[in-house]
């Protein structure tokens, strides 16, 4: 099956990849979600991952409006997640770890999807691959990482598209939580954030991630009303 293909003759912009860990799975990223898709979209998506041999076609996070064209087409819902914003000059800082924070490069990729892959449960969980096109998914990123006796064991992805801010990505070893990791991670992103003139900063978790719920709610970002949505619908009935 191909891997990342840019579907670019489509009127929303998308690019269509592969499920980390499962080749059979199309992912479907929208790459602008001002852009709203309609059926002749929705269509060329299915026909495109058909062609690519996939069993089922998989969104990744929707903004509200962009659910009903996939709805009418059989999909349905896999996951609720949460959005959260926070206007960056609020942001409450509480950092008492002072573990130091270094660059995630190329050589600790592997090891950073090592640990994503204990984060999160399947079919959650993040290879290298689709780590790097986290990184790549916004024009700036910043990708850092903890380290304990000589071993990745947190890490985060954040980027920047114009002033908005996003966290990507954010993990900790099940083995090493609580100690102040991703407090610290968080409090580097938000720093880099505030260096970049970023104004706001959105992250999205699942509706039922307490853990990461109070994180973020201790840097003072606050839920929005409405909830992103990952959709799923089989291929197989040709
Ligand atoms: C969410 C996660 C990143 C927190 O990592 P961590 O290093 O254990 O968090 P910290 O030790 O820095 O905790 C910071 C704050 O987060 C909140 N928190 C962390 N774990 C919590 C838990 N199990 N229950 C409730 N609150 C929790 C608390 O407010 C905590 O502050 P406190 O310790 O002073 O009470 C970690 O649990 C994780 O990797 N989870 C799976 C992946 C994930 O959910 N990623 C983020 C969402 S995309």
Do not use: C
């Amino acid at each position: 099956m191909a891997v990342n293909k840019t579907a670019a003759e489509h009127r929303v912009r998308a690019r269509l990849g592969r499920w980390p860990y499962d080749d059979d799975v199309a992912h479907l990223v929208l790459l602008d979600h001002h852009m709203v898709p309609g059926a002749d979209d929705v269509e060329s998506w299915i026909a495109e991952a058909r062609t690519q041999g996939a069993r089922a076609l998989r969104t990744g996070a929707l903004f509200p409006p962009s659910t009903p064209a996939f709805v009418a087409h059989g999909f349905t819902a896999i996951d609720e997640l949460s959005l959260l914003e926070l206007t960056v000059a609020n942001a409450r800082r509480d950092d008492r770890s002072g573990t130091r924070v270094r660059r995630l490069g190329a050589s600790q990729i592997e090891a950073a999807a090592a640990v994503d892959g204990r984060a999160f449960p399947a079919p959650w969980a993040n290879d290298g691959a689709a780590l790097i096109d986290i990184i790549q998914a916004t024009p700036r990123s910043r990708a850092r990482y903890v380290q304990l006796e000589g071993r990745l064991v947190a890490f985060s992805i954040s980027g920047q598209a114009a002033t908005t801010g996003y966290v990507q990505r954010l993990a900790v070893d099940p083995a090493v939580r609580r100690r102040g990791l991703a407090r610290r991670l968080l409090g580097d992103a938000i720093d880099w954030m505030q260096r970049r003139n970023i104004e706001r900063v959105l992250v999205n978790t699942a509706t039922d991630n307490v853990a990461a719920l109070d994180l973020y709610r201790s840097f003072g970002f606050e839920e929005r009303s409405e909830h992103l949505t990952i959709l799923e619908r089989t291929l197989s009935d040709r």
